[in-house]
Nanobody, 125 residues
Framework: QLQASGGGLVQAGGSLRLSCAAS????????MGWFRQGPGAEREFVGA????????SYADSVKGRFTISRDPDKNAVYLQMNSLKPEDTAVYYC????????????????????WGQGTQVTVSS
């Protein structure tokens, strides 16, 4: 089970750090991703981190502003969001890869099999 937290209301240009806590240590063997779904929009890929923590992938829209990291000792994954824009407003979801120890960083929604409940991020202009 995954639990996302850290969302809130922030002004444009501000920062937020989302956390995703995993209930079991087995998630340390899985790539972890962040997705978001804005009002009336499809759920879209934000970024992901390889199970080993040594590789990441980001959507072009957040590249250079968002950073994903993981702490295997805490069974947690983080999404640091800087220079936030109103278009970043969405519900953010963390997700775990369907397969353990994948050799590359997954990015398709169908690559992920376990999902957290989502946390709302609202960026005001």
């Amino acid at each position: 089970q995954l639990q996302a937290s850290g969302g809130g209301l922030v002004q444009a240009g501000g920062s937020l750090r989302l956390s995703c806590a995993a209930s079991t240590r087995t998630f340390a063997r899985y790539a972890m991703g962040w997705f978001r779904q804005g009002p009336g929009a499809e759920r879209e890929f934000v970024g992901a981190i390889k199970w080993s923590g040594d590789s990441t992938s980001y959507a072009d829209s957040v590249k250079g502003r968002f950073t994903i990291s993981r702490d295997p000792d805490k069974n947690a994954v983080y999404l640091q969001m800087n220079s936030l824009k109103p278009e970043d407003t969405a519900v953010y979801y963390c997700a775990a890869d369907r397969y353990n120890r994948r050799s590359y960083v997954p990015s398709r929604r169908t690559d992920f099999g376990s999902w957290g409940q989502g946390t709302q991020v609202t960026v005001s202009s």
